[in-house]
């Protein structure tokens, strides 16, 4: 008899830490949840305001290396492809600002 109690006693208590971790991960997984959403809806922002003085819109789903988008200028729309393993970050920035208008 004192064998089965204190195995029920031992289980009982394998069952309370069991809780115990699961409501931790569950919490871990809600604090994970709203830190992503405010990660998205500050990128979203970025990408935005981003837009809004590039006027520059970026393809997300391009090949590692790429850079693809379309600048829409007053009177025409270009696209823009960029392979950034053949040229310097600095030649890139150079490209990309040569469309930004600098008339206010």
């Known amino acids: 008899m004192r ?3 204190a195995e029920a ?3 009982q208590g394998e069952k309370s ?3 115990r971790g699961l409501e931790a991960l569950e919490q871990d997984l809600q604090r994970s949840v709203a830190k992503n959403q405010t990660m998205e809806a500050e990128l ?3 990408a935005q305001l981003y837009y809004k003085v590039t006027k520059i819109k970026w393809e ?3 090949e590692p290396g790429t850079l693809k988008g379309v600048h829409y200028g007053e009177d025409l729309a270009s696209p823009i492809t960029v392979d ?3 040229q310097s970050k600095c030649a890139i920035s150079d490209y990309l600002w ?3 208008s600098t008339e206010w």
Do not use: I, K, P
Request: aromatic share 10%.
């Open 3 to 5: 064998a089965c109690g």
């Open 9 to 11: 006693a031992g289980l």
């Open 17 to 19: 830490d069991a809780a």
């Open 44 to 46: 979203q922002y970025l």
């Open 60 to 62: 997300m789903d391009t």
């Open 84 to 86: 950034t393993t053949s």
């Open 98 to 100: 040569s469309f930004v």
